[in-house]
T-cell receptor
Framework: NAGVTQTPKFQVLKTGQSMTLQCAQD?????MYWYRQDPGMGLRLIYY???????DKGEVPNGYNVSRLNKREFSLRLESAAPSQTSVYFC?????????????FGPGTRLTVT | AQSVTQPDIHITVSEGASLELRCNYS??????LFWYVQSPGQGLQLLLK??????LVQGIKGFEAEFKRSQSSFNLRKPSVHWSDAAEYFC?????????FGAGTRLTVKP
């Protein structure tokens, strides 16, 4: 059981480049989430998918898009990267809604935009 | 929307000493409350959670937390800290699909 996996672990982009962060879980969870973590700000929710086929905006969605490819996979796309998107990105999953259920986190992707 | 405040950015304690990390939340109803721990370079791991019932909840690694509705607090405690407890700790409040995290408290353990 790998839990939640994320690729890549590290990435450096130039301003304006695009990239997709991949996330997969093998726990048969219904809900999946993307967070960003910045110093002194904790984790902030970017997008979530309550169930396969649905996605919704979180607290900080601007500049990002997501795709729930199937029940296992949830990707985050940066269409035109900006330095303000330099951050550590975490994917998480939970059995059902995050409000009431424990979330399981991936190891994170450290992204630097120059 | 709910919010979480962790007043202490950084705490240093000696190994073997007791620990209390503070967490205050704002939410209109009874919240779901969580404490997570993050070791350097790692994702977050759940320590404990409160949904309802007994206001003192036990977690992993010898941690406990007490929910105090009147103070809107959910403080984390450990009677005797070990060097391996050095990490960052996050309090979180959840409702439906929205989870709000505090800014975190970094714990340093002195030998």
């Amino acid at each position: 059981n790998a839990g939640v996996t994320q690729t890549p672990k590290f990435q450096v982009l130039k301003t304006g480049q695009s990239m997709t962060l991949q996330c997969a879980q093998d726990m048969n969870h219904n809900s999946m989430y993307w967070y960003r973590q910045d110093p002194g700000m904790g984790l902030r929710l970017i997008y979530y998918s309550a169930s396969e086929g649905t996605t919704d905006k979180g607290e900080v969605p601007n500049g990002y898009n997501v795709s729930r490819l199937n029940k296992r996979e949830f990707s985050l796309r940066l269409e035109s990267a900006a330095p303000s998107q330099t951050s550590v990105y975490f994917c998480a999953s939970s059995e059902l809604g995050a409000g009431a259920y424990e979330q399981y986190f991936g190891p994170g992707t450290r992204l630097t935009v120059t | 929307a709910q919010s979480v405040t962790q007043p202490d950015i950084h705490i240093t304690v000696s190994e073997g000493a007791s620990l209390e990390l503070r967490c205050n939340y704002s939410y209109g109803a009874t919240p779901y409350l969580f404490w997570y721990v993050q070791s350097p370079g790692q994702g977050l791991q759940l320590l404990l959670k409160y949904f309802s019932g007994d206001t003192l909840v036990q977690g992993i690694k010898g941690f406990e937390a007490e929910f105090k509705r009147s103070q809107s607090s959910f403080n984390l405690r450990k009677p005797s800290v070990h060097w391996s407890d050095a990490a960052e700790y996050f309090c979180a409040v959840g409702a439906r699909n929205d989870m709000r995290f505090g800014a975190g408290t970094r714990l340093t353990v002195k030998p």
